[in-house]
């Protein structure tokens, strides 16, 4: 009788097992077939970086939080939102701006940028965005400079590589030791204030937003009737024109539906 039991037992067990491993087998087929019936992970959202001057308020600068923001920032953000795009601000030295792009480092540029026929030969500029001019930042103590041609005995500073620093150089000549060139605009003007240049020639917003912000520095401006008014666009790279055609399209829609209007205000008024 024992001997019969465990025969019968070991029947059972293995018995058990076929089916248990029959069932795992299954198993394994409806998982295998569901992993391959799955639908695919969507590829992460492309982030297009931008890059930004950190030294240039109203339009970029660092807030204490060393985050960029201004004019050209929500300008940006509003933008991306519009076209349906993700973007990453990256503070870039203006002086390296164009390298950074054509290197793939940066797949946009917005600070300020005035269109030239010069940039055009190596990058694509959007639309214009803003209109602007030149000015001549002086102590306030200052009256004998009237107009750019004023400048002519003096020593002036500038922002490398800037509009600016190429209009001083049709004056005072292009390798004149009387020009002094900076990494940014607020250093200029601190040169200024310290007695370092006689005057600063750069963009009229940015020099009046600083001499806002520091009523102590004492400096006053003075806007040549001469001075060319100078387009601000955002740069792309001329192999990209899908999203050159993306970032017009997003600023025409912007000013028609008053979003651009409205963030200008907050920046420059009425």
Do not use: W
């Amino acid at each position: 009788m024992i001997k019969m039991f465990s025969r019968h037992a070991r029947s059972l067990a293995l018995t058990a097992g076929f089916v248990g491993m029959l069932g795992l087998a299954a198993c394994g087929k409806q998982e295998d077939k569901s992993a391959a019936g799955a639908a695919p992970q969507a590829a992460p959202a492309r982030v297009y970086v931008v890059g930004v001057e950190s030294a240039y308020a109203p339009f970029s600068s660092e807030n204490e939080q060393k985050e960029v923001v201004g004019f050209d920032i929500d300008i940006m953000k509003a933008l991306a939102k519009k076209i349906g795009i993700e973007v990453k601000f990256v503070p870039t030295p203006f002086e390296g701006f164009f390298n950074f792009l054509a290197q793939g480092d940066r797949d946009l540029l917005i600070s300020a940028i005035t269109i030239t026929d010069e940039r055009k030969k190596s990058v694509a500029f959007s639309d214009p965005y803003f209109v602007a001019t030149q000015t001549i930042a002086l102590p306030a103590a200052d009256t004998k400079v009237s107009k750019m041609t004023d400048l002519k005995p003096l020593t002036v500073g500038t922002q490398s590589a800037t509009s600016g620093d190429e209009l001083v150089q049709q004056v005072l000549g292009k390798n004149s030791a009387k020009i002094k060139r900076f990494d940014s605009t607020p250093l200029a003007l601190k040169e200024l204030e310290s007695g370092g240049v006689d005057a600063v020639v750069a963009d009229e917003p940015v020099v009046k937003n600083y001499i806002a912000n520091n009523p102590d520095s004492k400096l006053r401006t003075v806007t040549d009737p001469d001075f060319p008014k100078e387009d601000y666009g955002i740069a792309v790279r001329k192999d990209d024109p899908e999203l050159l055609a993306k970032i017009n399209k997003g600023l025409a829609e912007m000013k028609a539906d008053g979003s651009f209007a409205a963030i200008s205000a907050q920046y420059f008024g009425k």
